[in-house]
């Protein structure tokens, strides 16, 4: 059988590719489209940059004109200079703050967009080794990680680097021994940011996984809610819930403290280079080899350059939690799916729906017996095949094979000539309709639930369906009818009114081959009738293939299989396998006596 390899995913989260190559990889996948946009935002980021610089510049002139009074014109422009000065800063950095906010949502709809058709493509055996919420949370979750730290660093990029190039060269324009006394301190920083960084990657990783199974264990108590309720489990989720919670909020500190540290950690620097230059500021006014308005301005280029320096050992800390969000992105886009598309694979085109498995064997992962051993089985087309057997006997496995939620380890399966696995999987799932053994129920109105993958029915053939369906009486009791919404899962009906609503979108679809896993199993006696007789109508020239554990609901079957350990054993009509098969008569018998030939 054909899986996912989605073990695969969990290496790749931790190996694979560097952070800066997979960043590289992400900006080549998603920001190319953005490209305009950014430039804009750069543009504007660079004005921000160079009007701060312009902060700076203009201290000297003012405090030089205050402290020496002799140009009192000059201070008048500089005044004037600097609420414009400031005012342009502003309107460039709102405008650059939106244009990029625009790209960081864009990013992150697009990136939800490529997880969820990966998604699609995925197998259901991928779907169910992954928690529900798991899954959703690298969808919603790690994106919006995406989405804030991508900012961030996107504005490191485009602003505080040449903020922090501009501010720099200005202080070495300002003051030589100055500024080469200030970097010779500066470089001390990158200490704390390479041993923080590392710390960050860990934590980061692990505060992703621990989202996810808190996520989890959220759903979970939610699904079950009535399960708790019914076997007095209220501690026990509490207590599971609440040690998911703290958790997160353990590595949540840690985070937290760590951003604490680098933040002391860069003051601390930035105090000691404060200190320096106000020494050293002081003896140089004092022996008369600086001026005062040099030393304010070189003062106020430091301190303009602090913010971004800051923020540039933040954003190499933040970049960690980047890549981590990176890791897990790819390694989940990279997991090929378990069941892909034939290369040049052609529709599937339908004649009689006749259905043919040749020699078809499947394991299950885990599983030392097969589930079908060499089973060799005709689907006459237009007639109805009941497959019955004990439970493991492999008749869900047919089904699974026949919709390709699965792959055969072995052999084959034809519909009218064509193997399957040649045909698009779409092409077969618009020519095969399944109805399972537990209703599929969205969370939406009786109509949105009966009309699902049928886009443009007509209320007409809704109410139709409904009505072959024996749902049309249940319809009629709802206020609302057609409108009235069911709730997650179909909460608001009944087991049977589900059922029943399953039935009636399968009806609406008219496929030419249909599969029922035990459709009528929570059905009443009466409406299983009802709906029985509908079935009667609708299956008439279509292929019908039907799982029932009661018996007397596939005794009028054109051909009934029986099977067992993974094989067909018997088939016939239900009069010649009551004569001919033991193993049928004994599942007769357990089904309440249905042995009779009448």
């Avoid at 609708?538 to 067992?564: K, P």
Wanted: net charge neutral; aromatic share 6%; with cysteine.
């Amino acid at each position: 059988m054909t899986t996912a390899p989605a073990e695969e995913m969990k290496e790749h989260e931790t190996g694979g590719p560097s952070g800066p190559a997979l960043l590289l990889r992400f900006l080549r996948d998603t920001l190319v489209a953005q490209l305009l946009p950014l430039v804009f935002a750069g543009v504007f980021m660079l004005a921000v940059a160079g009007l701060t610089t312009t902060v700076a510049w203009l201290m000297e002139p003012a405090f030089n004109a205050i402290f020496r009074s002799s140009d009192p014109d000059r201070l008048y422009l500089v005044a004037l200079a600097f609420p414009a000065v400031l005012t342009a800063r502003g309107v460039a950095n709102y405008i650059a703050r939106l244009l990029l906010n625009r790209v960081g949502l864009d990013v992150v709809a697009t990136s939800q967009k490529r997880l969820f058709d990966h998604l699609q493509g995925m197998d259901i055996f991928f779907i169910a080794r992954y928690r529900t919420a798991g899954l959703t949370n690298r969808i919603v979750g790690d994106t919006a990680s995406l989405r804030s730290v991508l900012i961030d660093l996107m504005r490191l990029l485009s602003s505080d680097l040449p903020l922090i190039a501009g501010l720099v060269a200005s202080l070495f324009v300002f003051d030589l021994d100055l500024a080469l006394l200030a970097l010779v301190v500066v470089p001390l920083a990158a200490i704390p940011v390479v041993l923080l960084g590392r710390a960050a990657r860990v934590v980061g990783n692990r505060t992703l996984v621990e989202r996810g199974l808190f996520a989890g264990a959220m759903l979970q108590a939610l699904q079950s809610m009535r399960l708790v309720k019914i076997y007095g489990a209220e501690e026990f989720e509490r207590k599971r819930a609440f040690d998911r919670s703290d958790a997160l909020y353990r590595l949540s500190m840690r985070s937290v403290l760590i951003e604490g540290i680098l933040a002391v950690s860069l003051d601390l620097i930035i105090g000691v280079v404060f200190s320096v230059i106000a020494v050293y500021g002081f003896y140089r006014l004092s022996n008369g080899t600086l001026d005062p308005g040099t030393l304010v301005a070189f003062v106020t280029a430091a301190y303009l350059a602090y913010r971004p320096m800051k923020g540039l050992g933040k954003g190499m800390v933040s970049a960690q939690s980047l890549f981590a969000v990176l890791r897990r992105y790819y390694a989940f886009l990279d997991t090929a799916p378990g069941i892909p598309d034939a290369p040049g694979a052609r529709p599937l085109q339908v004649s009689q729906g006749e259905i043919r498995l040749e020699n078809v064997t499947l394991h299950y992962p885990g599983r030392d017996e097969p589930a079908l051993d060499g089973l060799d089985l005709t689907l006459p087309g237009g007639k109805t095949t009941a497959l019955v057997g004990r439970s493991g006997a492999g008749k869900s496995s047919v089904f699974s094979l026949l919709v390709r939620f699965v792959d055969p380890d072995g052999g084959r399966i034809l519909i009218d000539g064509q193997d399957i696995r040649e045909v698009p999987q779409s092409s077969l799932w618009r020519t095969v309709t399944l109805v399972p053994q537990e209703a599929v129920i969205l969370d939406d109105t009786i109509r949105a639930n009966i009309a699902f993958g049928v886009e443009d029915a007509a209320d007409a053939e809704i109410e139709r369906a409904a009505r072959n369906a024996a749902l049309e009486d249940v319809v009629r009791s709802l206020p609302e009818g057609y409108a009235t919404l069911v709730g997650e899962d179909g909460v608001r009906l009944s087991g049977g009114q589900r059922q029943r609503l399953s039935i009636a979108r399968a009806m609406l679809r008219e496929t030419p081959v249909l599969l029922l896993d035990e459709a009528t199993s929570a059905l009443d006696p009466e409406n299983e009738r009802t709906v029985r007789e509908a079935f009667d109508r609708v299956r008439q020239g279509r292929t019908c293939v039907v799982i029932a554990h009661r018996l007397s609901t596939v005794r009028n079957a054109d051909r009934i299989c029986v099977m067992d350990a993974g094989r067909v054993v018997a088939s016939g009509t239900h009069e010649e396998l009551l004569a001919s098969c033991p193993l049928y008569v004994s599942l007769c018998e357990q089904d309440g006596g249905v042995t009779d030939a009448t």
